[in-house]
C-alpha cells in the first residue's frame, strides 16, 4: 500500500488547483497530433470538481457556437500545461449543473470583484506560471542526464 502511495505522489503536480467552482478558467492542454505537438486553450466555467487523490478531475464548460460543450480534466494530467484563472465567479454550491439548463443571461455566474480578489487571482496565475516554468526547468535537467 505504501508503494502505491509514493507512486501518487510522485505524479501529483505542486499547486495545481488554483481555482474553484464558478471561476472561469483557462486551460492550456497539450495535444499531440503526430509527430507534432501544440498547446490548445480550452476557456470555460468550472461547473464541478470530483474524487480526490491523484484521479481528482474537474469539469469544465463553455459555449460553442451556441451549442454548451463540457470537457473533463484530470487535475494531475501531465497534459495540462497550467490552468488560470480569467474570472473568479461567487457561488454557493459546489456543483454547479443547474447551468446545463439555463440559457442566456440565467447562464451567467456573479463575479468576484475588489483588490484582495485581483490579488487572489494574480498570486494564482503566478503560481501556475512558476509551476510551468519549473516542471521545463526539471525535464531540461532529465534529458541533460540522458
Do not use: H
Not at 65 to 74: K, N, T
Not at 76 to 94: D, H, L, T
Amino acid at each position: 500500500m505504501d508503494l502505491i502511495k509514493t507512486i501518487e505522489e510522485k505524479q501529483k503536480k505542486e499547486a495545481a488547483e488554483n481555482f474553484n467552482v464558478g471561476d472561469t478558467v483557462r486551460v492550456f492542454f497539450k495535444i499531440i497530433e503526430g509527430k507534432t505537438e501544440r498547446v490548445q486553450v480550452y476557456e470555460g466555467l468550472v461547473i464541478c470538481k470530483k474524487n480526490s487523490g491523484i484521479g481528482r478531475t474537474f469539469t469544465v464548460r463553455k459555449n460553442s457556437y451556441g451549442v454548451g460543450v463540457e470537457r473533463v480534466f484530470p487535475v494531475n494530467s501531465p497534459r495540462i500545461v497550467k490552468v488560470e484563472i480569467a474570472r473568479p465567479g461567487k457561488v454557493r454550491r459546489s456543483k454547479l449543473y443547474y447551468i446545463r439548463d439555463k440559457v442566456g443571461k440565467g447562464a451567467k455566474i456573479k463575479e468576484r470583484v475588489g483588490a484582495e480578489v485581483t490579488a487572489m487571482v494574480n498570486a494564482a496565475n503566478a503560481a501556475a506560471n512558476a509551476a510551468v516554468t519549473g516542471a521545463a526547468k526539471k525535464e531540461a535537467e532529465k534529458a541533460a542526464e540522458k
